[in-house]
């Protein structure tokens, strides 16, 4: 009774405190609404929600399938055949690290109907999990493979019997981070390209009337069904990492590592992929030439123009301005997401306190949330800091958690056995053991930080590449909305690439193969 009564008081005191500062209007002027206020709004709202409710369940739901289906085909192809990984590292970089704030309005105009939410939904949960499922195959029992080729398993055999068995948690960790994606990218598509339904359109609808208690309600629906998402995949995780955890800790080096360097002509090919399946879906799709840039479009617009020293000029100007917060956000989201593993690894009620708020924090649309960071923080380095820590941390503090998760306990009960504590212990197995997990979390927020601060200046700050997007989406100025995407897409991919030669580099020092 004791034990439930601690679990449950931190959430309702925070409660609590949230009801008495928006009573008293003590956040941002009453920015901040009491939750007996927008639970009362949204009863008043209530014959407005089916309808919009319905329209984003069905666009994010068909993108989480679709992208998650092609995620682990995409996951399983990488990891059979490494080189095939190289020559599509560009496109899933590129895929990931597309601004969907510039693609929006783009997607709308080119394609029909539901068709942009469901694309934009799938294009926010191919990554993580494919990126989670390359994580989870390469890192194996070599043990128990070994065991099913001593009776003579083939390398089928062995994926279909140890691989894929082991990756199951790592796949699903990837649902979790997917399915709050999956609903952003619908709404974010909403938002952004118009429509009469849908949580985004009715947000949009919404914005300029001044009630908070509103936008708040529209932004709890929205956590409401990303957070039961994310609750369905934990539970069914948490059940399976039983059965799939190694007995010990034997993992296997990923066998990408095998297949050498990569060279120079795949390493053309990788980059080149990108550009040749921009043009061919240019191509096929007939869109306007004014419209949609190809990339000799873009280079064009950006050297060769009779206004390109102007638009050289803007871009280099708010490149200056974008990258240095990138680089520190990046580390914070990081930092932050390694404290967070780590806090609910040593003190697991931490967890089940802060699971929900970062929840929260992950599905309650930026849109609905800057208002009230603006106020409190200012329109500064501090709100792009906080937007770009909000963005990137939950991805990766899943992965890092899954990782942490998944040491196998025989490995752990010999510091126990001589009493270690659990500090000690975590010093000690856990985190080398889980390194390869932190890297892949580094992979993933590294593109996602460049993101968070091009959503803030678009949102909060006025400035910086995130600004001149939004300017250029005013003016129709869709060269620059493609350039602005294509330097977006090339920054990531450096930080991309810095990030995996940081890996490979600690990983050779301590003799373990880095990932590919």
Do not use: C
Not at 287 to 305: I, Q
Not at 392 to 410: C, S
Not at 477 to 493: E, R
């Amino acid at each position: 009774m004791a034990g439930d009564l601690r679990r449950w008081l931190p959430p309702v005191l925070l409660l609590l405190a949230w009801e008495v500062a928006g009573r008293l209007d003590l956040v941002a002027s009453g920015a901040l609404p009491a939750l007996s206020e927008i639970l009362s709004r949204l009863w008043q709202d209530r014959a407005d929600y089916p309808a919009h409710v319905s329209a984003t369940l069905a666009a994010s739901g068909l993108g989480f399938v679709i992208g998650n289906a092609l995620a682990v085909l995409a996951g399983l192809i990488f990891v059979l055949s490494p080189v095939t990984e190289r020559l599509a590292r560009g496109v899933n970089i590129a895929i990931f690290t597309l601004p969907p704030i510039a693609i929006a309005p783009i997607l709308t105009l080119t394609l029909d109907g539901m068709t942009p939410r469901i694309v934009l939904a799938a294009l926010g949960v191919y990554f993580v999990t494919m990126q989670a499922t390359v994580t989870g195959l390469t890192q194996y029992d070599s043990r128990a493979a070994d065991v099913v080729r001593a009776y003579g398993g083939g390398r089928g055999a062995v994926l279909r019997l140890v691989r894929v068995r082991g990756a199951v948690p790592a796949i699903l960790s990837g649902f979790r981070v997917a399915a709050p994606n999956a609903v952003l990218g619908a709404i974010l598509a909403e938002f952004g390209g118009g429509g009469r339904f849908g949580l985004g359109a009715y947000l949009l609808g919404s914005l300029g009337r001044g009630e908070p208690d509103r936008l708040w309600g529209i932004g709890l629906a929205a956590t409401l069904i990303a957070g039961l998402s994310y609750a369905v995949f934990a539970v069914i995780s948490r059940r399976m990492l039983g059965a799939s955890l190694s007995l010990s800790l034997n993992p296997a080096g990923p066998e990408a590592e095998a297949g050498g360097r990569m060279s120079p002509l795949i390493g053309l090919g990788a980059v080149a992929m990108p550009f040749v399946l921009w043009w061919v879906i240019l191509w096929v799709m007939r869109v306007p030439e004014m419209l949609g840039k190809t990339p000799w479009g873009v280079f064009d617009y950006l050297f060769l123009a009779e206004g390109a020293p102007v638009a050289r000029e803007r871009l280099l100007a708010a490149l200056a301005e974008t990258l240095p917060i990138t680089l520190a956000g990046m580390a914070a989201g990081l930092a932050f997401a390694f404290g967070l593993a780590v806090a609910g690894r040593l003190t697991p009620t931490f967890t089940r306190v802060f699971l929900p708020v970062a929840i929260v924090t992950q599905t309650m649309p930026l849109v609905a949330l800057t208002p009230l960071l603006v106020l409190l923080l200012g329109r500064g380095t501090a709100v792009t800091l906080w937007i770009t820590i909000s963005v990137t941390f939950f991805p990766a503090y899943v992965m890092i958690a899954q990782g942490i998760a998944q040491v196998p306990r025989a490995a752990l009960e010999l510091p126990r056995a001589y009493g270690a504590s659990g500090w000690r212990e975590l010093r000690l197995v856990t985190l080398p053991a889980s390194l390869p997990w932190l890297f892949a979390a580094m992979r993933l927020t590294a593109p996602r930080a460049l993101l968070g601060v091009m959503i803030a200046e678009w949102l909060a700050t006025g400035r910086g590449l995130g600004n001149l997007l939004n300017q250029s989406r005013g003016y129709l100025d869709f060269g620059m909305i493609w350039t602005v995407a294509v330097v977006s897409v090339m920054l990531s991919v450096a930080l991309y690439l810095a990030a995996l030669w940081i890996e490979r580099l600690v990983m050779t020092r301590k003799g373990i193969g880095a990932m590919e």
